[in-house]
């Protein structure tokens, strides 16, 4: 049975995963609605992750590397505030005064522009599996070995074109044209969104 025919909703996850989740709700005539996640970036790598945490306060820590790193508990649970903080601030920027999609027996797909660590993805299937899902699928143009393996054991599966075994890892490199996706593209284009459908 294909995704069409199941009652489906597309998460995306702001802010390079909103283009390329409009074009798969397009395609699958679904529900579009977006899970706003934010990574615990390390200072001197910021592909990787100490953690990530959700909208509904879902919080992943990568323990490993907080010791690898000697990162303490105190310092983790600042960060973790300063991440809150800021995602609430894009929660009122991108949603409004919208609610979640009701996700109950439905598919959720979950999708961003690439897995590095695949440790944002992981948390956004965490915070999905609270809303009862009848499944969850994290859907990405390409992905690291790490990010693959990480999103696996989290996901029902995990749809990806690629997934690379390159040691270092920048989504960047698989683009032919990268850059970022400004604050007011994701607005304009959720907008825009909104306009032609009535799921959000």
Known sequence: MGYSSQPCVILAIPNGGVPLAIEVAQALKAELDIIICRKLALPMNPEGGLGAVADDGTT????DVAVRDGISGEQIEFEVAQIKANIKLRTK???GESLSSR????TA???DDGLASGITMSVAVESVKHRCPRQIIAAVPLSSATGFKRASSAANRVVTCAVSSQSKFYLADFYRNWRDVSDEEVMRALEQWRKRNTFI
């Open 60 to 63: 992943v820590i990568n323990q």
């Open 93 to 95: 920027k991108y949603r």
């Open 103 to 106: 996700l109950t027996g439905k």
């Open 109 to 111: 797909i979950i999708v």
